[in-house]
Nanobody
Framework: VQLQASGGGLVQAGDSLTLSCTAP????????MGWYRQAPGKQRESVAF???????EYADSVKGRFTISRDNDKNTAHLEMRNVKPGDTGLYYC?????????WGRGTQVTVSS
């Protein structure tokens, strides 16, 4: 079982980009969805998460620029990234807590040029 991740690419600083992630089953099977990212030479870090009840959490570095949302009908989360910066460059991993299991999507590369 795996998450279906999409989005990513090469953009310029100040541009916008959206990542998407779809989990199997119904929304009730997922407690939390979101993204981690890993920049070259750095540890993986949390980016944004959304809980089944609607609570949302952002990393300080992306607050005010990134917005996470969820389409419950499609069991899909979206990460809208606005005003991206070179520091946002990295491999973005979609994550979900699914039926008491940790699911991961394939890493999606985001590269922001200055």
């Amino acid at each position: 079982v795996q998450l279906q991740a999409s989005g990513g690419g090469l953009v310029q600083a100040g541009d916008s980009l959206t990542l998407s992630c779809t989990a199997p089953g119904s929304r009730l099977s997922v407690n939390r969805m979101g993204w981690y990212r890993q920049a070259p030479g750095k540890q993986r870090e949390s980016v944004a998460f959304i809980w089944n009840g609607g609570s949302i959490e952002y990393a300080d570095s992306v607050k005010g620029r990134f917005t996470i949302s969820r389409d419950n009908d499609k069991n899909t989360a979206h990460l809208e990234m606005r005003n991206v910066k070179p520091g946002d460059t990295g491999l973005y991993y979609c994550y979900a807590r699914w039926l008491s299991r940790d699911l991961w999507g394939r890493g999606t590369q985001v590269t922001v040029s200055s």
